[in-house]
């Protein structure tokens, strides 16, 4: 299967080898949704919890195919000239003035001038469909919901043609169109009209031997005993009634943090002393120091491996 340049996975298990050969551990569900994106040609909608996974999707399978990775942050205000392209105003005054030095110059061979490509600044959904481009790049819409409903409207319109119209220079098309990753923490609901272009699937917490498999593949200098403790400690903080639960994220930078102090096993007072790097607000780490630890240490420890996670459908590691 293949997209210009681009030799696309030609099945749901090579998909799989795919992310894996990037330390991105995956199960069939979720490699079905990829593979049906890169097949059907469809933006992937990706949804859950922070720190799951979704944005480390793209990564992934840009390294994973040899291609750019273009992403566009998503934020609150979000508009037009920060999404798709602006006019570099600092050097077309600089250009105005040069002219008038020299002389001055035709107006409409002026206006020709200053609205060329060499003044117009390409944002990342315009870079994405540049008609230059030999193969399509990994387009990643990282946190939708973070965008005003307003920005949606737009969105629909380019994923339909994946063309945008610059009213000085004319439209531009892409020649492949790009790989599009669209994620959501569902702080809202988006609008069931983008939704209906994309391909949708939600991605959960991980369960017990999902996660211990994403740590001792990401922190294979890790002590198995201590990645399974971390595992299970985890696992079972996540059913807390936290603010912010955990996500696998901070499971990996805890590992990574504990790896650091020379920990071999889990103890209550390390936990204590770390508990900021899994949990990021004061009234949630109050909650847990102390007895709670100790009790959620001692249930981990008893159920062991075969503890399971809150869900477990989709689970990657970021």
């Excluded at 999902?210 to 079972?236: N, S, Y």
């Excluded at 650091?260 to 909650?287: R, S």
Aim: hydrophobic share 40%; glycine share 6%.
């Amino acid at each position: 299967m293949t997209t210009s340049s681009i030799t696309l996975p030609d099945s749901v298990e090579a998909v799989q080898e795919l992310l894996r050969q990037q330390t991105y551990v995956t199960d069939r569900g979720l490699a079905v949704a990829i593979f049906l994106a890169l097949k059907l040609q469809r933006p992937l909608f990706l949804e859950g919890e922070a720190g799951v996974g979704k944005t480390e999707i793209a990564r992934a399978l840009a390294k994973g195919l040899d291609t750019e990775l273009i992403r566009l942050q998503c934020y609150e205000g979000l508009d037009i000239n920060h999404a798709v392209y602006e006019w570099d105003h600092a050097r077309q005054m600089l250009e105005i003035r040069l002219m008038e030095a020299a002389g001055g110059a035709d107006r409409q061979e002026a206006s020709a001038s200053l609205f060329s490509e060499r003044f117009l600044i390409k944002r990342p959904l315009l870079q994405a469909i540049d008609q230059s481009r030999q193969r399509p790049p990994v387009l990643l819409i990282d946190e939708l919901d973070r965008a005003d409903e307003e920005f949606e409207g737009f969105l629909l319109e380019l994923l339909a043609d994946f063309q945008v119209t610059v009213p000085e220079l004319g439209t531009y098309r892409a020649a492949h169109p790009p790989i599009v990753i669209i994620t959501s923490n569902r702080t809202r609901e988006i609008h069931d009209a983008l939704k209906r272009r994309c391909l949708y699937y939600w991605i959960d917490y991980p369960d017990f031997q999902k996660e211990l498999q994403i740590v001792t593949t990401r922190m294979p200098d890790a002590p198995r005993r201590l990645a399974e403790q971390v595992t299970g400690f985890v696992q079972e903080l996540r059913q807390a009634e936290l603010y912010k639960v955990p996500g696998v994220s901070e499971t990996l930078d805890w590992t990574a943090a504990l790896v650091a102090l020379d920990q071999k096993t889990l103890e209550p007072e390390v936990i204590d002393d770390t508990l900021g790097i899994m949990l990021k607000y004061q009234d949630d780490i109050e909650l847990v120091r102390g007895e709670p630890v100790r009790a959620m240490l001692d249930r981990s420890r008893n159920r062991g491996p075969r503890r399971g996670g809150r869900g477990g459908g989709g689970g990657a590691s970021p």
